[in-house]
């Protein structure tokens, strides 16, 4: 599976970045815009950065620079995430993309969930706070229907395994929702991208899993809980 990295201008989770860099997980590096001067901050050398770099404020003196124009129809990170599923991305995962503004989140997440509907692996990283739940960090998986997310504590993990869970659906109508092993049980529900229904779900110390026939969901989870996809069968 060739797994990309892309490190946009928002927020960064440099210790998730650096932990999973550290360990060989990714097969390339992509920074976008003001991301790139993250990665140098922390001491990373991206092997492509990609934008108009308005963020940046100069274009980088990189061995690979792919320089778009401040007047385009699509945002520097769409414009990532189209080259990276272009070279055969199986997996993304991105980071500074939540936070800060909430209109470049909201385009974000579109991003995102129109990536993932391409058919590739798609979290998004967002940073730790102190908020119940998330003081390890929050992550956003996106999940294309048919298909199940499970959630199990990291491998070696000696953390309790509690936080918050939430789903909300990212389309008209998401078919086919069930949620278990969760302290609120879901089954076979559907989900509209006009709802809270399924907000604020909780971790209960024990493996979980969320599932969608028909759709596309966003999961937002702990970041210490390893999430793994599997497809439903029909």
Request: aromatic fraction near 6%; glycine fraction near 12%; charged fraction near 20%.
């Amino acid at each position: 599976m060739t797994i990309y990295a892309v490190v946009a201008a928002a927020d960064f989770n440099r210790g998730d970045f650096l932990g999973r860099y550290a360990a060989g997980e990714f097969d390339c590096v992509l920074a976008v815009d003001g991301g790139y001067a993250h990665l140098k901050e922390a001491g990373v050398d991206p092997d492509v950065a990609l934008g108009d770099f308005d963020s940046l404020g100069f274009v980088p003196d990189h061995a690979w620079v792919v320089e778009h124009p401040p007047m385009k129809d699509k945002s520097d990170l769409e414009l990532a995430l189209d080259f990276a599923l272009e070279r055969g991305a199986c997996a993304l995962r991105v980071y500074g993309c939540l936070g800060g503004r909430l209109d470049h989140t909201l385009a974000a997440l579109q991003a995102l969930c129109a990536a993932a509907e391409r058919g590739v692996d798609v979290d998004a990283v967002g940073m730790p706070s102190d908020q119940q739940g998330y003081a390890q960090g929050m992550e956003v998986s996106v999940l294309v229907g048919p298909a199940r997310l499970e959630l199990s504590p990291a491998s070696g993990s000696t953390e309790p395994f509690f936080g918050v869970v939430s789903v909300h659906g990212a389309c008209d109508r998401c078919e086919g929702v069930s949620e278990r092993g969760l302290r609120y049980s879901l089954e076979d529900q559907v989900l509209t991208n006009r709802t809270s229904w399924g907000l604020s779900n909780e971790l209960e110390g024990r493996p979980c899993s969320i599932e969608v026939e028909k759709g596309t969901l966003l999961v937002v989870h702990p970041s210490s809980a390893q999430a793994r996809r599997g497809i439903l069968s029909q």
